[in-house]
């Protein structure tokens, strides 16, 4: 499976602010992908981030909140912008995996907004 | 009704037993199934897949039964590094759709503490 590294691996921010998520790969990878992991709830998708285009977004996010950067095969950022408490929340990137059916997991980013 | 639905847990079960987890699903056309584990404060890693012939992996046992939408996950000779947060993940994906990838349907997950 690939490796997969996320910067920051946490932080607290003040609402209002804007943080930006990286996420980096240790081999090229056709589609990432952003899922955001609420406190006691199941992985929700973000958005699907592909090379070269821009992201695809699921129903109930959107792109002026949660702008996503694709820059090559290897790199995505995210970011949360204008923030919420709400917006509390583990924010992991992930990759397609073995038979692109499976996905893996970045480390996880939390993030606390006060 | 959720898409993806599991036991609620938690189970607390002792070294040695052994322990099932069920999940069902809503969407007769999910073509792949996947049990993930989570452990507390990481990312949810693949376990196993998931195939209707039903598949082993040492103590860990898959099954998958189309006609109900059911999943199961046995573990046998449970050990104290079992314990975790067990996901249920489906793929909504038919064939080659682009962007297939993307429709992973996890869980709430079902967390398991084995003790001494």
């Known amino acids: 499976s690939a490796v997969i590294s996320q910067k920051p691996s946490r932080d607290i921010c003040q609402r209002g602010t804007s943080l930006t998520i990286q996420c980096q790969v240790d081999?090229?990878?056709?589609?990432m992908f952003w899922y955001r992991q609420q406190p006691g709830q199941s992985l929700t998708l973000i958005a699907t981030?592909?090379?070269?285009?821009?992201?695809?977004?699921e129903s109930g996010f959107v792109i002026d909140k949660f702008p996503i950067s694709r820059p090559n095969l290897t790199f995505s950022t995210l970011t949360v912008s204008n923030m919420s408490p709400e917006d509390s929340s583990i924010y992991l990137c992930?990759?397609?995996?073995?038979?692109?059916?499976?996905?893996?997991f970045g480390p996880g980013t939390r993030l606390l907004v006060l | 009704r959720k898409e993806v639905e599991q036991d609620p847990g938690p189970f607390n079960v002792p070294e040695g037993a052994t322990v099932a987890f069920n999940c069902t699903y809503s969407?007769?056309?999910?073509?792949?199934f996947f049990w993930y584990r989570q452990d507390c404060r990481k990312e949810p890693k693949l376990l196993m897949s998931v195939y209707s012939s039903g598949n082993e992996d040492g103590r860990f046992t898959a099954q998958l039964n189309r006609a109900s939408q059911y999943i199961s996950l046995l573990i046998r000779d449970s050990k104290l590094s079992d314990s975790a947060t067990y996901l249920c993940v489906v793929n909504m994906s038919i064939g080659e759709v682009e962007g297939s990838q993307g429709n992973l349907i996890f869980g709430k997950g079902t967390k398991l503490s084995v003790k001494p």
């Open positions: 992930s990759v397609e995996g073995r038979g692109q059916e499976t996905q893996y």
């Open positions: 081999s090229q990878v056709t589609m």
């Open positions: 981030a592909n090379q070269g285009s821009e992201a695809t977004y």
């Open positions: 969407n007769s056309a999910s073509q792949s």
